[in-house]
């Protein structure tokens, strides 16, 4: 029964790994167009992504970009998280994330535009 729970086990797993694909999330708040994306699937450990905002169809590079990655506290694990400035590079914010263990991760994505406005969104992610 032991072997027959590994070989299951060792399936899933792979089945998983095989599935994994990158990241892309899409969506608009306050009139800007947000777009989260990977260029591979998520692993334990960095993690680079990429965030592309625009405005009437205009790319927005005059922006600041910030990104928090966070897990809940649950009984038996402290409350995780990892915040980072994404730098623009060529027209894209990109930054990384450490992700220092699998499951569910919340995001909270803000950006600040040139009239001193924070916009806010909120997501997740699944490792």
């Given at each position: 029964?032991?072997s027959?729970f590994?070989l299951f086990?060792?399936l899933?797993?792979?089945t998983?790994l095989?599935?994994?694909?990158?990241?892309?999330?899409e969506g608009s708040k306050?009139?800007y167009d947000?777009?989260?994306?990977t260029?591979?699937s998520l692993?334990v450990?960095?993690?680079?992504?990429?965030?592309?905002?625009?405005?009437?169809?205009?790319?927005?590079?005059?922006?600041?970009?910030k990104?928090?990655?966070y897990?809940?506290?649950?009984?038996?694990?402290p409350?995780m998280?990892?915040e980072q400035?994404?730098?623009?590079?060529?027209?894209?914010?990109?930054?990384?994330?450490n992700f220092s263990m699998g499951?569910?991760?919340q995001?909270?994505?803000k950006?600040?535009t040139e009239d001193?406005k924070v916009?806010?969104?909120r997501?997740?992610?699944?490792?």
């Amino acid at each position: 029964m032991k072997s027959l729970f590994k070989l299951f086990a060792v399936l899933l797993i792979a089945t998983n790994l095989l599935h994994a694909e990158p990241v892309l999330q899409e969506g608009s708040k306050d009139g800007y167009d947000i777009k989260l994306s990977t260029e591979k699937s998520l692993v334990v450990g960095n993690n680079e992504f990429i965030v592309e905002l625009s405005k009437d169809g205009s790319v927005l590079t005059d922006v600041k970009v910030k990104i928090k990655f966070y897990m809940p506290e649950m009984p038996g694990m402290p409350y995780m998280e990892d915040e980072q400035k994404a730098k623009l590079v060529d027209g894209k914010f990109k930054t990384n994330i450490n992700f220092s263990m699998g499951g569910t991760w919340q995001y909270q994505l803000k950006f600040k535009t040139e009239d001193g406005k924070v916009h806010k969104v909120r997501g997740s992610v699944n490792l």
